[in-house]
């Protein structure tokens, strides 16, 4: 929904698979084991395109966490990292996590506000692993996960959002209640376990067992439409009561950025926020949405170094003031603002 595209960023489905005869992860010491269960998966993706295969364990662990910042893997897999592995297509919006906390965990993402779109594309392929794969199933329970709270469909559907308006307002604790009550959650920009940052949350199912795939779509869909509607009403009051508030915010974020010599990765996402809120209200141009949103991860310490090279902490904050804002000078103009 391109209404909402200053709010919903992307929407990620992912399906949670085990294969009958093999130990969750937990127990999965077995190198063989782990192995049989990666080419099985991989045998099943040759008709679906192009795919990249990586086997953690051949990576470093900075190479990890680049994928990690980039939101293609979790910290679960990289925890695995001896027996786990993942395949990930041309155009990086399909990853297979394989050895991860279940064996099979098929994930697809989509920009901006739309689970369908993503749920279409994975479900091609996990019907392909339905049907050469014995997957364990049972006909009341559903798929059996490693995690009880992903028993059912398997399925968990999430949106990342960019609340700053509700955020401000502090309305974001009344709607994790509400979301508690509806069978949804409500994450950090890293996922499970993470905190929210620069006014990004990620909203999800979680306990809906008793559901169907598309239900579970519906559900979430219904709240995330809801929840936009809301940040964009937040936005307009915001505007009339402490415009002249947020605008001074936001120039000064834009001149902390531009002028930084030293730039920590927290205060550095802190201040993109504020900037892209200004962008959204109007006291910017953004040039490019898709590019100033990569700076997220890119300032991001692995991605930073794995672009640059540095030997210490204090080069990263250095360079990270360095490239932000060069980037942000070329990505972001400021508009002359008349009362």
Known sequence: MEEFDSIAISSRVRLARNICGHKFYTKLTDDKEAEEITSSVMENLEDFGVFNFLSL???????????FEKHLISRELIANKDISSLAISEDEKIIIMINEEDHIREQCLEKGFNLYKPYRRLKKIDNALLSDLDIVFDEKLGFITASPS?????????????????ERLGKISEIIDRAGMSGLTFRGIYGEG??????????????????????????????????????????????????DEILDECRRAYGILTNCFILEEKEMMELLSKVKFGGVLGFYEI????????????????????????????????????????????LVKIVTIFD
């Open 57 to 67: 364990k051949e990576l470093s662990l900075s190479e990890c966490n680049v994928l």
């Open 194 to 243: 993470s905190k929210a940052l620069g006014g990004f949350y990620q909203v999800s199912n979680q306990g809906l067992h008793t559901l169907s795939e598309s239900e579970i779509i519906d559900k979430v869909s219904e709240f995330i439409y809801s929840l936009c509607n809301e940040e964009k009403e937040a936005r307009l009051a915001l505007l009339e009561s402490q415009r």
């Open 287 to 330: 040039k490019d949405d898709d590019k100033f949103q990569k700076l997220y991860y890119e300032g991001a310490s692995a991605n930073l170094k794995e672009f640059f090279g540095f030997e210490n902490q204090k080069k990263e904050k250095l360079k990270r003031a360095e490239y932000i804002s060069g980037k942000v000078k070329s």
């Open 150 to 166: 992903n028993l059912g469909t398997g399925m968990r559907a999430s949106v990342m959002l960019f609340l700053p308006a509700l």
